[in-house]
């Protein structure tokens, strides 16, 4: 089936709106803010993968690239940070190079980083394309591909799931039963998991994947966010709140 790709537009406000789905790509109450606080706060990063060999995380929906943008200068700026980190991260609507960056942006403390993101984006293909940063220290795997049909298929050991598709209103197939069960599938010992998303749909489906899940405090306007373990009974206590590395750029993030 052949890729169709992301159709971006920016409303008033400049917050990016996917098009396809209708639905905006982040918070306008700032989107870097936005990863930091639901997706590596809520999966316990940076200290997670603090004096390790290696960590992998895997994502559904890459959109703008910015989870993993601030994801990587997290790891940068990291150091105690694990020697290798490995991002994978499935998109079935990719954007072309000329929208990340009109998106990119709006995220000036990101600038070089998403430079180099862009200099080196895959060709519009089917499938998988390894991308490698840092001197192969870090390495990006971004799947073109429908996630349903794709994450069946992998076989890796994941430390943190990043569950960012688009609503699950808009968007079911990336929060349903069976994906869930997959990314399950996939849970290294001790594996986290963490979306902005707190419906009930949601919940039951990651519960039925057996992951302990705990709604948290959400960022901005978003009263509640999501966090999850694999196999878990319980969670421990919140800690989204008390993480000083993890801050948006002083200057405007």
């Known amino acids: 089936m052949p890729l169709e790709a992301a159709r971006l537009t920016l409303a008033a406000d400049g917050t990016p709106i996917s098009e396809t789905y209708g639905d905006i790509y982040h918070s306008s109450a700032g989107g870097h803010a936005q990863a930091l606080h639901v997706f590596l ?103 073109f591909a429908d996630a349903v049909e794709v994450v069946p298929t992998l076989t890796m050991a994941v430390d943190a799931f990043y569950l960012d598709g688009f609503s699950p209103a808009r968007n079911p197939e990336l929060w349903s039963t069976g994906l869930c069960r997959s990314l399950a599938c996939l849970a290294a010992p001790g594996a986290t998991l963490a979306t902005w998303s707190v419906a009930g749909s949601v919940r039951r489906a990651l519960s039925a994947a057996q992951f302990a899940v705990e709604k948290r405090s959400g960022f901005a306007h978003k009263r509640q966010m999501l966090v999850g373990r694999y196999g878990a009974v319980s969670l421990p206590p919140n800690t989204l709140a008390n993480n000083p590395t993890l801050r948006a750029d002083e200057d405007g993030g």
Do not use: M
Not at 72 to 97: M, N, Y
């Open 41 to 143: 706060a809520g999966n316990g990063l940076p200290a997670r993968w603090q004096g390790r060999d290696g960590f992998t995380i895997l994502e559904t929906g890459f959109g703008l690239g910015l989870n993993f943008l601030a994801t990587w200068r997290a790891w940068r700026d990291d150091t105690q940070g694990c020697r290798k980190l490995h991002f994978i991260s499935v998109e079935k609507h990719p954007l072309a190079a000329a929208d990340l960056a009109l998106a990119h942006a709006a995220w000036p403390e990101l600038g070089d980083l998403a430079a180099q993101l862009r200099r080196f984006w895959p060709p519009f293909v089917a499938g998988a394309h390894r991308l490698e940063f840092e001197g192969g220290r870090l390495i990006l795997t971004l799947i």
